[in-house]
């Protein structure tokens, strides 16, 4: 796995510093002895916006010069301008995180002004400074993982915020329900329940034998004890002024739960299908990582080999300490949570796989747990073993062996 880096900086050195925003991008060219030489200007995000601004900056670059161009990476909107055909092929492009430039601005004591003229002369000090990833030609594996992770990332979201106003909606049509089963969405009686018998006079009217054989019609088995609660749960249940009203709630959230549960399986079909051709395959072999964990922390991660190491890539999560030294002593306090969020959840949830499943980092945790170490520490350290494990495993394309991580 080869790290990418960033050509040095010489005397002859032109950067380019772009500033991206949704439908506009501001501009700027300066030498390396912080001359400007154009701009900062303001185009629009199109091709012919980009053909203008790049033949005006073309006329001012020196013809020997290294040009370097520094794009603040701004969730999506940045892409169409780290793509291989935005620019002069002999053109070095780096994309930088958005953290590093706010803090350059806070460097040059502008912390609370914000301006595109200043993100333009901080994203110029940053790569001078040698700082930034190249942008190299993105696998459309990589984007594809991302994607589908994506996906399912937001539909689990959706589902469980829907889940949640069923429950709702619920208590209003069918009171009393949830004290025969406590979590009706978990149980296929629950989900028979909420589909057939919103009202509880339905299934009050029915009675305990024919609901058995209304259930066994569907394939599900009901026992006689679970038959006789639930009628009677119906039987009991107050009425509520509204439950109508909430029945036709319910319904309509239940097909909006048949049809996200559809996309959630769709999503770890094609996961399923790429993670085993991406570099992320030997991950699969460590106890509790399946497709769903390996794939959400190859979306996460990205290209591997932008990473040198799994130091940067734990210290990229935010799950590194905050720390303040001074005149010999020394604080630690709680994690930065400077970082990718979503990096950091794919490093939490590995480590709990390897907590569940994995027999030495089961032995470490109960270790640290006989030390007093709370859970949280315990989940962090249990994160970091995850980061060092997957990122060796990727690194050497080779499967687990538990004794190297004793």
């Known amino acids: 796995m080869s790290v990418q880096h960033a050509a040095p900086v010489t005397s002859s050195t032109v950067v380019v510093a772009v500033d991206v925003g949704k439908t506009t991008v501001a501009l700027s060219v300066t030498d390396a002895a912080r ?55 002999e053109w070095e492009v780096l994309e930088l995180n958005p953290a590093h430039v706010s803090e350059q601005r806070r460097v040059a004591g502008r912390r609370r002004v914000k301006t595109d003229a200043i993100d333009l002369e901080a994203i110029t000090e940053l790569v001078l400074a040698g700082r930034g990833v190249p942008v190299t030609v993105r696998d459309d594996l990589f984007g594809e993982l991302a994607a589908w992770a994506g996906l399912r990332r937001r539909r689990i979201a959706t589902r469980t915020a829907t889940k949640n ?82 029945r036709r709630m319910l319904a309509a959230d239940l097909a909006l739960l048949a049809d996200l549960n559809v996309q959630i399986n769709a999503a770890e079909v094609e996961l399923a299908r790429l993670v085993p051709a991406s570099p992320f395959a030997p991950l699969m072999s460590v106890p509790g990582w399946g497709i769903v964990r390996t794939g959400t922390y190859g979306a996460a991660l990205g290209d591997p080999a932008r990473w040198p190491g799994h130091r940067q890539v734990y210290r990229a999560s935010g799950l590194t300490p905050a720390q303040y030294e001074s005149a010999g002593k020394r604080r630690d306090g709680s994690i930065t949570r400077e970082g990718s969020v979503l990096l950091r959840r794919s490093l939490i949830d590995l480590g709990i796989g390897l907590w569940q499943f994995d027999k030495p980092s089961r032995t470490y945790a109960a270790e640290l747990k006989a030390r007093g170490k709370p859970g949280g520490i315990i989940a962090c350290a249990m994160a970091n ?22």
Request: net charge positive; charged share 20%; hydrophobic share 45%.
């Open 35 to 89: 001359s400007r030489l154009f701009g900062p200007v303001d185009f629009p995000m199109t091709r012919p916006g980009l053909a203008g601004v790049l033949a005006q900056v073309q006329r001012v670059v020196p013809g020997a010069g290294r040009v370097k161009v520094g794009v603040e990476a701004a969730g999506h909107y940045h892409r169409p301008l780290t793509a291989p055909a935005a620019w002069p092929p």
């Open 165 to 246: 106003q069923m429950l709702g909606q619920l208590d209003r049509s069918f009171p009393g329900l949830t004290l025969v089963l406590r979590d009706v969405l978990s149980t296929q009686v629950g989900y028979l329940i909420l589909a057939e018998f919103g009202d509880p006079a339905r299934l009050a009217a029915l009675g305990s034998a024919r609901f058995r054989r209304f259930a066994a019609g569907r394939g599900l088995r009901v026992s006689r004890p679970m038959a006789d609660r639930l009628v009677q749960a119906a039987r009991d249940s107050l009425p509520v002024p509204d439950a109508a009203v909430a």
């Open 385 to 406: 073993r995850a980061t060092r494990i997957a990122y060796a495993l990727v690194r050497d394309q080779d499967r687990y062996d538990p004794a190297r991580w004793t």
